[in-house]
């Protein structure tokens, strides 16, 4: 696997089961990189402050990811600022508990998870993944429905009913 384009690691022989705070910045370089991993125009702020710890089944960390980027609208490519603001609430286990993890249905108080190699936790890395999650995979400006319309797409309301049905709503009118 190759690094990340945004590795902050944290040394898990340096977390203790006290919280410690961990605020991390992307630098430009690192958001130029990010920007054409996620297909944005540009990520023009990346930034996350963490609160990690141990406990029994790993490393928790908690906190919140903020981000500025430019997205490309996807019907004209116009450019659409966006802004991220998310809550973050990881557990990071190893690579191996993470294999031998079966899907389990998830409550509310669970945590996302992450693996590590053992030997450390990529906070760069969680924020991210955090960022790129919390956009829209489809976004569209303010000129989007206008171009779709131009170009003879009609909406699902405009659409009528086709084929062996389309005369059944007329019938049911009559009864």
Do not use: H, W
Request: proline letters at 5%.
């Amino acid at each position: 696997m190759s690094t990340p384009e945004f590795s902050r690691l944290e040394r898990i022989d340096t977390i203790g089961e006290g919280e410690r705070s961990v605020a991390i910045v992307a630098s430009e370089a690192e958001r130029a990189a990010l920007a054409t991993r996620f297909g944005l125009i540009s990520v023009d702020r990346l930034e996350a402050t963490f609160r990690v710890k141990r406990d029994a089944a790993g490393v928790v960390a908690r906190g919140a990811v903020s981000a500025a980027v430019v997205q490309a609208c996807s019907v004209t490519d116009e450019p659409l600022p966006q802004t991220v603001a998310e809550d973050v609430a990881l557990r990071f286990v190893t690579e191996a508990e993470s294999a031998a993890e079966e899907e389990i249905e998830l409550d509310l108080d669970a945590l996302d998870t992450m693996p590590y190699d053992g030997a450390a936790i990529d906070l760069g890395e969680a924020a991210a993944e955090t960022m790129a999650l919390a956009l829209d995979p489809f976004p569209r400006g303010p000129n989007a429905a206008a171009a779709l319309r131009e170009a003879g797409v009609i909406s699902e309301e405009e659409a009528k009913p086709a084929g062996a049905l389309a005369g059944l709503k007329g019938l049911f009118g009559k009864v």
